[in-house]
C-alpha cells in the first residue's frame, strides 16, 4: 500500500515563502508522476504542479507558475514543493498525489494515492 505523507504547511505573510514536502512509502514511482493540488474552503480541488518522476518534467498551473517550483530526490522518494512571492489567494489545504506512469497530471482523476494534506494560510 502506498502512502504520502505531506509535511511543511503553516502561517506565513503575503510575499512570503514556504516549502512543502511530500514523502511516498510503499513502492517508488521510478515511471510516475507526482503531483500537488489545493483546495481552498468552498471550492474545488485544483491542480498546482507535478513533475515527472523519471525525465524530472515539470507543469504548473498558470496562477502559480514562476513563483512555485516542484522537485523531486528519487534517492529520498521526496516531491518538495518550493512556495514563494505568496499571496492570500494561495490559502488553501495543499496535497500530495501519485499516479503511475506518464500519461495525465491535471486532473484529480488522473491520480491513485493522496496523501492527506497540509494547511498553507497566507496573511494579508
Known amino acids: 500500500q502506498v502512502q504520502l505523507v505531506e509535511s511543511g504547511g503553516g502561517l506565513v505573510q503575503a510575499g512570503g515563502s514556504l516549502r512543502l514536502s511530500c514523502a511516498a512509502s510503499g513502492r517508488t514511482f521510478s515511471s510516475g508522476t507526482m503531483g500537488w493540488f489545493r483546495q481552498a474552503p468552498g471550492k474545488e480541488r485544483e491542480f498546482v504542479a507535478a513533475?515527472?518522476?523519471?525525465?524530472?518534467?515539470?507543469f504548473y498551473s498558470d496562477s502559480v507558475k514562476g513563483r512555485f517550483a516542484i522537485s523531486r530526490d528519487n534517492a529520498k522518494n521526496t516531491v518538495s514543493l518550493q512556495m514563494n512571492s505568496l499571496k492570500p489567494e494561495d490559502t488553501a489545504v495543499y496535497y500530495c498525489?501519485?499516479?503511475?506512469?506518464?500519461?495525465?497530471?491535471?486532473?484529480?482523476?488522473?491520480?491513485?494515492?493522496w496523501g492527506q494534506g497540509t494547511q498553507v494560510t497566507v496573511s494579508s
Open positions: 498525489a501519485a499516479k503511475s506512469g506518464s500519461v495525465g497530471y491535471r486532473r484529480t482523476s488522473d491520480y491513485d494515492y
Open positions: 513533475i515527472r518522476w523519471s525525465s524530472g518534467f515539470t
